[in-house]
């Protein structure tokens, strides 16, 4: 452990490796350039306005509201086919999505906390957005600048009703992070007991109240919206629950009972630490907790230089994080490989930060792994089902398309036995599915899904071997169990498993009962028939063509005699645009004419 002791002692150069980076804030970093934070750069401003003391609501609103109907027009220019140079692709579309997504993240890192955090919500989101945007949002980096020694010395003293000298032997000035929601300084207790202190941003609630009240109006006018409220999406909803989470992370008082419940947990596992919180030293803004210093747990070589087996790490933290799911119904929701560490003595998982926690209700607990069963036995109307149940798909939507969109799935993709499924994958294709369709999934849904990938994602990494689905079937075993199976083994497991598909196969046996099979499908919409014929496609087609060259037609003299109009009384400007408007779609009306008349010649 020599070795160890001078990789990773406090008193080196690169002391900061050993900290708790990820305690009490979002950052997953290490090293210290990252840590403390970079001062804006001169005359940087517009990019952080959100943090003066004075930033008003109305210049809020704008900000805000400009963001949106910027992203809204650019959406609807990238859905437009002759807007493309050259002619349309689906390439060239994914890579305007691309751009899009990007802009996007460094959109929200401006606006500040408030849009830091629903990117962070969003970026599990799949079944809401295009998949460039979730990929971008779930790089956003939570570092903002830090906020003065002399406003965390204000809100202690007005919180604890003492100041620092007081109440702590010693107190670091320079935080060790700073996120979007506060900061997290070092610092000594009297009684000699080392702890970080998480000292909340000033001014976030004021904050939040203003986003958030612009926000409602926002979420209205998506639900209204022909394309982003299609498919009865329930923005407010949405909203709503985001709201709920929100206002939960700027709680200490409940991230620090949060956090005992977790430790309360966990308390029979000597393999796990969990900070102890120091109440007497907290309140609704303030939060001292143990200072529990680690390896972060995706810090390769800084485990293997301190000696731990990655492979049992691997196992532990996929044991942990199931236990919490699927036993305690009480887990961390934000389950980045940051807010993990371990301990370079012991080897145990030490966990950090328990402002956003998720809890599942036994019942849940249980369709939750029937739905997966379902999954593993290829039973989509099982699954549909499932879902419905979860509260992921609404009962009034119409079940059909779902399930045969997801029976698709389960014949196309999840070929590989139940042990050799990738949780990620199956999370992906579940998304795919769910993207423009009528799902409703709840944030606890989103958040589980995402923890399972991120278990697997950590576990791969610090073993190229490690199989959730091996690590996950003692805790099925427990739940089959526990729903009346009388030996909890792996026969068991497997044989349900078995079970489900042969029901699946037998419908492969003999000629009759594949046209009856076919029947069915007919009956259920599973297969279309269609007659067509060649000249009533080409009549279709062309009989399309003319009613929108109409269209644009009408568009250009609409638009030309308006800018003709503004021309002759004297706005000037306002006639410009009108008229550029109207040569546009011109341009538009002629490449669509030439369209038209080579599918004639062609004819």
Same mark, same amino acid.
């Given at each position: ?12 150069? *690169?002391?900061? @490796? $050993? ?23 001169? %005359? ?6 959100? *943090?003066? *003391? ?22 609807? &220019? ?6 493309? &140079?050259?002619?349309? #692709?689906?390439?060239?579309?994914? /890579? ?26 969003? @970026? ?23 906020? @003065? ?17 007081? $109440? ?34 000033? %001014? ?12 409602? +109006?926002? =979420? ?10 299609? +498919? ?20 200490? &008082? ?50 293997? =230089? ?40 012991? +080897? ?26 379902? &999954? ?33 799935? $389960? ?8 042990? /050799? ?50 690590? =996950? ?76 060259? #109409?269209?644009? =037609? ?6 030309? $005699? ?13 006639? +410009? ?27």
């Amino acid at each position: 452990m020599t070795a160890t002791s001078e990789a990773y002692s406090p008193s080196s150069d *690169n002391r900061l @490796s $050993l900290l708790p980076q990820d305690l009490v804030s979002e950052l997953s970093v290490i090293s210290i350039p990252q840590l403390v934070p970079e001062p804006l750069p001169s %005359g940087d401003n517009r990019a952080y306005r959100w *943090n003066r *003391n004075n930033y008003s609501k109305r210049r809020r609103k704008i900000d805000i509201w400009s963001f949106f109907i910027t992203f809204l027009n650019g959406s609807w &220019i990238d859905g437009q086919k002759w807007s493309y &140079i050259g002619g349309y #692709t689906e390439p060239k579309q994914a /890579a305007r999505r691309r751009r899009q997504a990007i802009w996007i993240r460094d959109t929200f890192l401006e606006l500040g906390p408030t849009f830091i955090k629903l990117g962070q919500l969003f @970026s599990t989101r799949a079944d809401l957005f295009p998949v460039e945007y979730v990929e971008e949002l779930s790089k956003l980096q939570d570092r903002v600048p830090a906020f @003065s020694y002399a406003q965390v010395e204000e809100i202690i003293e007005r919180d604890l009703g003492k100041n620092i000298p007081e $109440l702590f032997a010693s107190f670091e000035q320079i935080p060790l992070a700073a996120a979007s929601l506060g900061q997290v300084h070092l610092a000594k207790l009297h009684t000699g007991e080392e702890v970080v202190v998480k000292v909340q941003r000033p %001014g976030l609630h004021k904050l939040f109240t203003i986003d958030l009240e612009i926000l409602r +109006g926002i =979420a209205k006018y998506f639900q209204n919206h022909p394309k982003w409220g299609q +498919g009865g999406r329930d923005w407010v909803g949405i909203y709503d629950e985001c709201c709920r989470i929100l206002w939960e992370e700027t709680d200490y &008082i409940s991230e620090g009972q949060n956090a005992d419940t977790f430790r309360r947990n966990f308390r029979s596992q000597d393999w796990v630490m969990v900070p102890r919180v120091y109440w007497r030293y907290s309140s609704t803004r303030t939060l001292t907790l143990e200072y529990l210093p680690g390896i972060k747990i995706s810090h390769y070589e800084g485990l293997e =230089a301190a000696g731990l087996d990655r492979q049992t790490i691997a196992r532990q933290s996929a044991t942990a994080y199931l236990q919490q799911l699927l036993t305690d119904g009480f887990f961390h929701a934000d389950p980045h490989p940051g807010n993990v560490a371990i301990d370079p003595k012991t +080897g145990a998982l030490i966990f950090y930060d328990f402002g956003m926690m998720g809890r599942i209700a036994p019942g849940t607990k249980d369709k939750l792994m029937d739905t997966l069963l379902a &999954i593993a036995g290829r039973n989509a109307d099982r699954v549909v089902r499932g879902l419905v149940e979860l509260g992921a798909i609404s009962t009034e939507a119409d079940t059909d398309p779902i399930r045969r969109s997801i029976q698709y799935l $389960l014949d196309n993709f999840l070929d590989k036995p139940f042990e /050799a499924q990738s949780i990620s994958q199956i999370t992906d294709d579940l998304y795919d599915i769910a993207y423009g369709q009528p799902f409703r999934f709840p944030a606890t849904f989103t958040f589980v899904m995402r923890a399972f990938s991120t278990i697997e994602g950590v576990g791969k990494g610090l073993d190229p071997d490690f199989n959730f689905m091996v690590a =996950a079937q003692p805790f099925a075993f427990e739940m089959m169990n526990s729903n009346g199976n009388s030996t909890p083994d792996a026969n068991t497991f497997l044989a349900e498993i078995g079970r489900q598909a042969a029901q699946v196969g037998t419908s492969a046996l003999g000629l009759p009962r594949r046209l009856e099979d076919t029947i069915d499908k007919l009956e259920r919409g599973d297969i279309r028939v269609r007659v067509r014929t060649s000249e009533t496609d080409r009549y279709l087609r062309r009989l399309g063509a003319m009613q929108q060259n #109409t269209n644009y =037609a009408i568009l250009v003299a609409t638009f030309t $005699l308006s800018a003709t109009m503004l021309f002759v009384n004297q706005y000037a400007i306002a006639a +410009g645009v009108v008229g550029t408007i109207a040569f546009i779609a011109l341009v538009v009306w002629f490449r669509q004419m030439r369209k038209l008349d080579r599918q004639d010649r062609m004819s």
